[in-house]
């Protein structure tokens, strides 16, 4: 070897594979944890708010956001597992639609996410968050003035000033906050982490909630 040339050997870096290149990364949009803090946050004022327990109690998503705010989903729980995802999408056929299992193939029913989450299987058709718009809403006009976009952290913003409203709008606020929360960390999540306007008009009164086909819409 001529004097000043390197031998390749020491010219080459063992670079770490990055997360792209793991065969077993994946990009979870659905971030329970992120729920489950924002519950903890306000835990404490929620003990004495029968008001707003009473609201959430006549909602559709009540099974699961009572399952948080009884701690039967813990954090450990709702910790992100990569592998179980890699192995139900090994055994999911993208031509069919449908996983694929020993016994034949099935594919995921509304019947099946309303089994898991707890929500109506009956109603009317979501509407569509296509060309979602800010909607010309009491409820968005005092609270979401200020933002361009739903994220988490505008919502977690608006919900602790909602607890401090001692009028009469505070308890529904509060309600539709948490709900909003839960649309964006479990149910409605997107890699843009936003949460599309549309929603705000689904959720403005119970009745409004009570109309639609929750279960369908995360099929």
Not at 122 to 133: D, I, M, V
Not at 152 to 177: F, H, Q, W, Y
Request: net charge positive; glycine share 4%; hydrophobic share 30%.
């Amino acid at each position: 070897m001529k004097k000043g040339q390197q031998s390749s050997s020491k010219t080459k870096t063992n670079k770490k594979p990055g997360r792209w290149e793991d065969p077993n990364y994946v990009q979870i949009k659905s971030n329970m944890l992120s729920f489950t803090a924002t519950i903890d946050n306000i835990r404490e004022k929620l003990e004495n708010r029968n008001d707003v327990k009473t609201l959430l109690s006549k909602t559709p998503f009540w099974p699961l956001i009572e399952a948080y705010m009884q701690k039967r989903l813990t954090k450990v729980e709702c910790m992100k597992s990569n592998y179980d995802i890699v192995r139900l999408i090994k055994d999911y056929d993208t031509k069919t639609r449908k996983f694929k299992f020993n016994d034949g193939h099935s594919e995921m029913k509304s019947q099946d996410v309303a089994e898991i989450f707890g929500l109506p299987d009956r109603g009317n058709k979501l509407p569509s968050t296509t060309s979602s718009t800010r909607p010309n809403l009491h409820f968005v006009k005092k609270y979401f003035s200020g933002y361009k976009k739903i994220t988490k952290t505008s919502i977690d913003k608006c919900l602790n000033l909602a607890l401090e409203d001692e009028t009469e709008e505070g308890p529904m606020d509060v309600t539709r906050l948490i709900i909003l929360q839960l649309f964006m960390t479990n149910l409605f999540c997107n890699s843009g982490c936003t949460l599309a306007w549309t929603y705000t008009t689904t959720i403005d009164t119970l009745e409004e909630m009570g109309k639609y086909n929750w279960a369908q819409g995360l099929v």
